[in-house]
Structure formats: structure tokens, C-alpha cells
């Protein structure tokens, strides 16, 4: 069977993922993750010595790379690549506008907002990248006022080609509802009967997800956190010794918010509470600049409610919510294997114990670590009770 090494996150893998569906192509997808470098293993580079996905590796091993060359190759002799030579040089010069003028500015937009969470010494950059975004749309609009498709005004690689970043630009900012002949250029495309987007391949592979080898993954992991929780839990005795990996995955110690009034809340993205990010995102603004924070700390124990990945989580606070407080990396808060900061939180130790109930169980911690108050998940962040006891604990 032939294997694609790709992430379905990136709209380079996500074309060549949409033509195989749509030609009904069996293929394996082996998950590559660039936030960990992995194109740049030797293991990888070995396949694609350019240390980027896409790569398309044949059952006889022949390997393809670049993403349009891979389009050209699997819709060939197919509706999607007519032979017509006139027609052929048409879909490659808009394939070729794609990489030259649309994904270097579109994409990049997207990767700082997205996957970087936008870091303030790059807002100049990502400023030039969303101009040079705007340049290539309007050249998109101008074209697609007069035709339908891209090429001989049917349906082609060239439009799969530009397709997949221009339909997820809104996770770089940049704003479509401006382009009209654009938006409707897209419907055509996502009515089409095998059509499927960037988000709906993400969903099916999550549903995928609990596969042999992902459960020995976990396992593994579990048993790793129950021995570092019997290693430490008994020693730590203020949430200022703990520490855990951020939702960007870097260190987040607690000891860097001693003197800060903590509002720790366990939080989910499918859940019936979920609109409280709304209310904790308010109450934040409120009372940051005097010494508080919100933390979220993502767990998928209740109803199987927070199923995404890290990346999957920021895009949905950023996109929905507009949060701008931290956020940990997924944890387990309930069970043996919990995380070592929930059982200072909730363990047989603690001032507040018992098992979290659902999600959006909120924590109010002192400036000292220690625990001030316990708030079950129905308790708005923006209710009397919650605001009284942060107005009291900073005072
Ligand atoms: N021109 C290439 C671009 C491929 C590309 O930039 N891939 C990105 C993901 S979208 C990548 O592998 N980045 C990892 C890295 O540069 O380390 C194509 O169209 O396939």
C-alpha cells in the first residue's frame, strides 16, 4: 500500500489527502509532527533529505515530494488532470502562483498565529506575511469573478492546489468575508458529494485514534506518571512546587506566580459548561493587572469531552473565545495516575479533597500556594461567590 508521510493539520498534507479520498486511493498515513522537529530526523530525512511534508513513498519505494508535484502525479489520467496540454500548463501555472505567491504568505501567517500562538518579536513579519495574503486573494478574486474554477472553469488540482490554505486562512487572521467571488468559489468546492475539509480529516483520524499502539502509549505514559506521582505527591505542599508542560510545550513552573492569586480550573471544549471560558476570559482582563490569572488545564476525564490535541485545544480557545490566559498541556486530574498537582489539590492531604467532579472545577489558590477556596463546575467565574472570594484574596 502506498504511505504518506504527513500532518493533517498542514494544508500542503491536507491536499494531497483530499485527492486520495476524493479517488477513492487506499493509502497509510504515518503522522509526522514538525512542532517536534520530526521531519528533521535522520529517519525522515532519509525519504525526504529537504526535511519536509509531504512525502508519498510508492509501494516499489519510489518517493514523490512537494505537494503539487504529488497532485500531478495521483490525478493523473483522471477528471481532476485533463490531457489537454493547454490545459495542463494552466493548472501548473496556478500551482506554481500557489507556492510562489499565496502559500509562502498565507501559510506563514497562519503557522505564527497558529502553531507559534504569535510571538511579539514576530508581529512585523506576520504583518508583511498577511499583506502579502491580501495581494494573492485579491489576484484569487479577480480571476474567480470571471470563472468558476480555476482552469477552463472546471473543477481541478489547481483548485485543490489553492483550496487548502485559502480555506483555513482564518486561523492566520486573515479575513475572507471580504472576497466574495472567493466565498462562493469554496462553496462550489465543499458541496461537491466527496468533498471533505482540513477539520473534517481531523475528526475522522481522532475517532481513529484509540488504535492498539496509542493504548500502549498510554499505558506506558500512565504507569511513567504514577511512579513520578509516588516519587513526589507526599513531598510538595504548595502548588509553587509544582510544574507541568505549558499547551505550547514549555515548562510552566508555579513558582512563577508566587505573590499572584491563581483561579485553576480544569476545562473542556465539547462540554455544555464550555461557555465559561467566556467568563473566565472576562474576569482575567479584570483582575490581571492586580495580581491574578486565570490557568486552564485541559482534561479529556469527563464524558471524553476535551478529545483534541494540544494544538487542536489552542485553536479553539483563540478562534472561539479569544483567551488569552494560560493554558496547560492535556493532564489526567482524577485516578490513580493523576497528575502530582491534583493530588495536592484533591488528594487525601489536601485542604479541599475529593475526586474533581466535572469539568470547569475551579481552584482558587493564595498567593502563598496554599488552596483558599473549592468552586464546583455550575459556579459561573463571574458569580457573586467567585468574585467576592478574588476581591478578598487580593486584597
Ligand atoms: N513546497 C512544499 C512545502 C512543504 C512544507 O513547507 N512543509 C512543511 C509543513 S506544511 C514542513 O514540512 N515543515 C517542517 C520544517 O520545515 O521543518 C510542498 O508544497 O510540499
Known sequence: MIKVYGDLLSGNCYKVKLILHMLDIQHEWIHIDITKSETHSDEFKAINPNAKIPALVLEQGDVLCESNAILNYLADG???????????????????????????????????KLYLGLPQDRLV??????????KALAVMEQRLLQHKYFVADMFTIADISLY????????GDIDLSIYPAINEWMHRIESKLKHKTMQDFIDQAKKKELTKERVEQRLKAELEAAEAKSMTSNNLKSVHQHSLIDINGQELNFSDYKNQIILLVNVASECGLTPQY???????????????TVIGVPCNQFGA????????????????YKTTFPMT????????????????????????PGDITWNFEKFLIGQNGQVIQRFAPAVEPNSDEVIQSIEQALS
Open 78 to 112: 483522471t477528471e481532476y488532470l485533463p490531457s489537454k496540454k493547454m490545459i495542463r500548463a494552466q493548472i501548473l501555472q496556478w500551482q506554481f502562483f500557489e507556492q510562489y505567491s499565496h502559500e509562502p504568505f498565507v501559510a506563514v501567517a497562519r503557522y505564527l
Open 125 to 134: 513579519e506576520f504583518e508583511a506575511k498577511k499583506a502579502g495574503a491580501s
Open 305 to 320: 469531552q476535551e478529545p483534541g490535541s494540544e494544538l487542536e485545544i489552542k485553536r479553539f480557545c483563540d478562534l472561539r
Open 278 to 292: 467566556a467568563g473566565l476570559q472576562k474576569l482575567y482582563e479584570r483582575f490581571n493587572s492586580q495580581g491574578f
Open 164 to 171: 487548502a490554505y485559502t480555506h483555513v486562512a482564518q486561523d
Open 329 to 352: 498541556s492535556k493532564i489526567k486530574v482524577n485516578g490513580y495516575d493523576r497528575h502530582p498537582l491534583y493530588e495536592f489539590l484533591i488528594g487525601d492531604d489536601a485542604s479541599f
